[in-house]
């Protein structure tokens, strides 16, 4: 089982939809959860990070981390086509470890 | 500003070549580090260092040497390209009190014929 799994997509919603993008993990030991976007043919950066439980909100994105299911979501509300992107989840256990990334999900927002 | 910059965009080599790929970083990070990116396997770590003449293998170091002489600067060798070694690489650097945020190159697209 890899440590973090992500669904590949791609996804593709209407302008203005909620999008839902999700990761799996395994290792209880991360503390970090992070969402990077990526646009094509640039490198991805990152969008936001969650220290341990609950959620986190900026603006139309909403983060949010489930410990107990090993869970991590990000939300997006009233999409827009340039929300499209890839977006990767990543997450980082304590001490002087690297990030560890998923696969990434492929968005696309049809205007 | 962060600035992480990739010495090419595009670079085409042939098999059995030595490729150098450069990375510079002018925020003074400690954290370094190389990666590959390819359709269906996401990116995948090949060494990073976490300070200067330091190094530590990722998922995927063979085939695959570095470099980090200077802090701002972590070089990627291939020392005999071969063709499956095409593919998007990208460099990273963090700040050590920062891990979760690295900061991305814009990426340079290896082709090896």
């Given at each position: 089982q890899k440590e973090v799994e992500q669904d590949p997509g791609p996804l593709s919603v209407p302008e203005g939809a909620i999008v839902s993008l999700n990761c799996t993990y395994s290792n209880s030991a991360f503390q970090y959860f992070m969402w990077y976007r990526q646009y094509s043919r640039k490198g991805p950066e990152l969008l936001m990070y969650t220290y341990s439980s609950g959620n986190k909100e900026d603006g139309r994105f909403t983060a949010q981390v489930d410990?107990?299911?090993k869970y991590i979501s990000l939300f997006?509300?009233?999409s827009q086509p340039s929300d499209s992107a890839t977006y990767l989840c990543a997450m980082i256990r304590g001490g002087n470890t690297p990030l560890v990334f998923g696969k990434g999900?492929?968005?696309?927002v049809i205007a | 500003d962060v600035k992480v910059t990739q010495s090419s965009r595009y670079l085409v080599k042939r098999t059995g070549?030595?490729?150098f790929l450069e990375c510079v970083q002018d925020m003074d990070h400690e954290n370094m580090f190389w990666y590959r990116q390819d359709p269906g396997l996401g990116l995948r770590l090949i060494?990073?260092?976490y300070?200067?003449?330091m190094k530590e293998k990722g998922d995927i170091p063979e085939g695959y040497s570095v470099s980090r002489e200077k802090k701002e600067r972590f070089s990627l060798i291939l020392e005999s390209a071969s063709t499956n070694q095409t593919s998007m690489y990208l460099c990273a650097s963090s700040r050590q009190a920062s891990r979760y945020e690295q900061y991305f190159g814009p990426g340079t697209r290896l082709t090896v014929t």
């Open positions: 410990k107990s299911s997006i509300r009233d999900t492929r968005l696309s | 070549e030595k490729v060494y990073f260092s300070d200067v003449k």
